[in-house]
């Protein structure tokens, strides 16, 4: 089976559950965002919400992603920078690790990074996110030599605004014959970094996930003809769709697949983890329906609990179904 190697900001996520929007009015962040803060930003909204119910848990989109492929069974490996003395580091190397997750963390005296989510009544979330020490990974401390172990690269979207670290990470990978993945991670990202966007994709990339808003701001385009367009750079375009489900470009066939129906409280991770089981489907040889079948699962699981992460039964339900 192949393996799978994924590289992001190692965060961890602070799930806080609002009782309206108006809180995001309050610290003038943009609903369904993910906006990045300096620490006296991020210490000034974590006050603001005591008194709210919070859950804890290791995060970072591509931390999510891998996590997942973990659970699921599949070989998995995951490099990120932290501080392995604080409270947080200590938690986020051992919730990995706990998964199954070959971690290959770098070490920092910076504090661990930590995205506070903050999830609106419609199960909307926003971010604001202290990237800490994951912000500091460069290109020079990645190992090379890891990389050879695996056969899939995940790039999380988030980190293309570390270019430096971005370039080095596809060219090594290119380099040892890896699929490499990309998570287009948020809107506002691929508004900002667009022109990077395109040339790494156009490059390196094999698979790309989007979703709706995410590929609009891409391609300029609605989802089917987004899609189609992915899917002149790449092998694997991927275009979510929420409820309506997603779309699957490969080898110029088109696959839909359905959601699933669920009751959701919280949609933090509903992409992270159609990436995950997508991705195990990969290394299984799965037909491209079946593996976004699988996405489709995870993801609508993930959505009925608080939290980026799917409740722990569902992963032996998973199993019996593929």
Known sequence: MKKILGLGNALVDI??????????????????????????????VYKKTEGLKKTIASGGSAANTIYGIAKLGAGAGYIGKINKEDELGKFFENDMESAGVDTHLIHSTTPT???????????????????????????????????????????????????????????????????????????NVVEDKKDFLEKIIKNYVDIVFANEEEAKAFTGLEPEDALHKIAEEVTISVVKIGENGSMIKYDGKVYKVPAIKVNPVDTTGAGDFYAAGFLFGLTKGFSMDKCGAIGSYLAGKVTETIGAKPDKNVWEEIKKLY
């Open 15 to 44: 799930m806080t559950i609002l009782k309206s929007d108006d809180f995001l009015n309050e610290v003038g962040l943009p609903k369904g965002s993910m906006q990045l803060v300096d620490a006296g930003i991020s210490n000034e």
């Open 113 to 187: 990074g930590k995205a506070i989510a903050l999830v609106s009544p419609d199960a909307e979330r926003t971010f604001a996110t202290y990237l800490g020490a994951a912000v500091e990974l460069t290109g020079e401390e990645l190992d090379p030599g890891i990389f050879g172990k695996y056969d899939i690269f995940l790039l999380e979207g988030y980190l293309v605004y570390n270019e430096e670290l971005v370039m080095k990470a596809v060219e090594v990978a290119k380099e040892k014959n890896m699929m490499i993945a990309i998570d287009m991670a948020s809107y």
